[in-house]
């Protein structure tokens, strides 16, 4: 990997990013005590899980909210509930130091943490791991008003652009655009609010461009849709696109068909993939049974009914798409199932 420039893009993503609230009620660190059995019949520590996500109207939310209902009505007696935080870059500090269980983030984001890049140096958060990767697509939607004389990444040097959370996704996916084209994040004048308050602004002529992440349909686009506000979205070219894939290799390809959001063409942009990840301290067994738990075929379904963008979510890609190492139960998992050596 180029980890110099990965190291760079990171930066931009976790130097805006700021402490945002903890979810949870229990004391970091501390899992729930009584003695639920687990599926093998031994004793369980752990009886509530809190599962990290990010702000109510995002894709992450609905998917929290089907895995916590599928955990909190299984028989493992383990109550779970979901919460709302700041997103992918708040997601690690909060499993690391256990006030959250389980949480979602992007793959990046948690290899920059276990290994203490940029903003996590000198507070590397070496006690997560990874229950399961492949869950979704984060895509990177750059929406401009209908007259924008905005064409290329390059061109929106010296706009006001809404960028979504500060630390979220949509910054790093921007800044690799940007250096790509020879501009630079620096160049823009952004303002960090969520999604659909982007969007807004831009309809509303406070900013020049709005970003937007998530899984695809994302809400704040297929909002603006409706509201039958002219807008483009701008378009890498082909060859624009493989070779960013090229220099930054933990993006993939992201073409959105053109009958989407209803565009004159179909747009090709970049994504992270998105992964779940989990406090260590929780038991191999605990883990274990959650992972046969959510890849049953009825429960698979659900989280893929939760949210259209966890429909990429299967047993394989969940066992290798992957960037930090797998929780011991969920290697045992994986490797029971032929999937990892």
Not at 75 to 90: F, K, N, R
Not at 137 to 155: I, N, R
């Amino acid at each position: 990997m180029k980890f110099k420039r990965w190291i760079s893009l990171l930066g931009v993503a976790l130097i805006v990013a700021l402490p945002l609230t903890a979810c949870g009620e229990q004391a970091a660190g501390t899992p729930g005590t009584d003695s639920p059995s687990n599926s093998d019949g031994t004793q369980s520590s752990v009886t509530a899980i809190s599962i990290g996500t990010a702000a109510a109207g995002g894709a992450w939310y609905p998917i929290g909210a089907v895995m916590s209902d599928i955990i909190s009505t299984s028989d493992l007696g383990i109550s779970a509930t979901v919460q709302t935080t700041g997103g992918g870059v708040e997601n690690c500090r909060l499993t690391n130091d256990g006030t959250c269980e389980l949480s979602i983030t992007l793959g990046y984001l948690a290899y920059s943490a276990l290994n203490g890049i940029n903003d996590y140096e000198g507070n590397q958060m070496d006690n997560i791991s990874c229950l399961f990767g492949g869950l979704s697509t984060g895509v990177m939607q750059v929406l401009l008003p209908g007259d924008s004389d905005v064409q290329t990444f390059a061109d929106l040097a010296g706009k006001r652009v809404a960028v979504g959370p500060a630390g979220g996704g949509a910054i790093t996916c921007l800044s690799a655009c940007m250096e790509y084209a020879g501009a630079s994040y620096d160049d823009i004048t952004p303002t960090y609010v969520n999604y659909d308050e982007g969007v807004t602004m831009m309809t509303d002529g406070h900013v020049d461009a709005a970003i937007v992440y998530g899984g695809i349909p994302t809400s704040a686009t297929s909002t603006l849709v409706a509201s039958n506000t002219p807008f483009r979205m701008l378009t890498l070219s082909a060859e624009d696109q493989a070779a960013i894939l090229e220099e930054y290799d933990y993006f993939v390809p992201v073409t959105i068909p053109a009958d989407m959001y209803g565009t004159d063409e179909d747009i090709l942009t970049i994504g992270t993939p998105n992964i779940v990840i989990v406090n260590n301290d929780m038991p191999e067994d605990v883990v274990y049974d959650l992972c046969a738990l959510f890849f049953t075929d009825e429960n698979l379904e659900r989280i893929h009914n939760s949210q259209s963008s966890a429909k990429e979510l299967t047993l394989e890609s969940a066992a290798t798409m992957t960037s930090i190492p797998l929780h011991p139960g969920a290697e045992r998992f994986f490797s029971e199932k032929g999937l990892i050596d």
